[in-house]
């Protein structure tokens, strides 16, 4: 039981090129998440899913699309990144409503935009 | 609407004396409330929750954290803190009858435990 994995753990990228963060969850959750983390402000919500096929935004949705491939995976794209984009990614997974709403979070990608 | 706020940047506490990390909330209505613990370079760790019932809720590793709803705190404690228990903490809350379930995290507070 993997719990949730992501690919890749660290990437540099040039502004304007583009790539997709992939994670993948084993737990059977419908909710998927990602989040971005900035010293100093915290968790920050990119995007969320509550279910396949459903997708909406979070708190800074911009510069980012996703994709709820199948209940397994939720993929975080950058069309074209933004040294403002340089931060640590997380993906999270959990059950939907009540009291098994705990999340279950990956151990991150480092992004670095140059 | 709901907020979580962490009041203190960093807390340092020295090896075997009792430790505390705060959280203040605010919702609407009833909260869900958790407490996720980051090690250097790892995800986030969930810690413990409150959903319903007795107000002092035990976690892993010796941490517990107690409701107050009067003061709409959750804060986090130990009675005899580790060199091991340095790291990133974070309080999240979500509000139980709002219509998101999304929970909010509030900026994480870091604890250094010295020897």
């Known amino acids: 039981n993997a719990g949730v994995t992501q690919t890749p753990k660290f990437q540099v990228l040039k502004t304007g090129q583009s790539m997709t963060l992939q994670c993948a969850q084993d737990?059977?959750?419908?909710?998927m998440y990602w989040y971005r983390q900035d010293p100093g402000m915290g968790l920050r919500l990119i995007y969320y899913s509550a279910s396949e096929g459903t997708t909406d935004k979070g708190e800074v949705p911009n510069g980012y699309n996703v994709s709820r491939l199948n209940k397994r995976e939720f993929s975080l794209r950058l069309e074209s990144a933004a040294p403002s984009q340089t931060s640590v990614y997380f993906c999270?997974?959990?059950?939907?409503?009540?009291?098994?709403?705990?999340?279950?979070f990956g151990p991150g990608t480092r992004l670095l935009v140059l | 609407a709901q907020s979580v706020a962490q009041p203190e940047d960093q807390v340092n506490v020295a090896e075997g004396n009792p430790l505390t990390v705060k959280c203040t909330y605010s919702?609407?209505?009833?909260?869900?409330l958790f407490w996720y613990v980051q090690y250097p370079n790892r995800g986030l760790q969930f810690l413990l929750k409150?959903?319903?019932?007795?107000?002092l809720v035990k976690g892993s590793y010796g941490f517990e954290a107690e409701f107050n709803k009067s003061q709409t705190s959750f804060h986090l404690k130990k009675p005899s803190a580790l060199v091991s228990d340095s790291a990133l903490y974070f309080c999240?809350?979500?509000?139980?009858?709002?219509?998101?379930?999304?929970?909010?995290f509030g900026r994480g507070t870091s604890l250094i435990v010295h020897p």
């Open positions: 919702v609407s209505g009833n909260p869900y």
């Open positions: 737990m059977n959750h419908n909710s």
């Open positions: 999270a997974s959990s059950e939907t409503g009540g009291p098994r709403e705990t999340q279950y």
């Open positions: 409150y959903i319903t019932g007795d107000n």
């Open positions: 999240a809350v979500r509000d139980r009858t709002g219509g998101s379930y999304i929970p909010t």
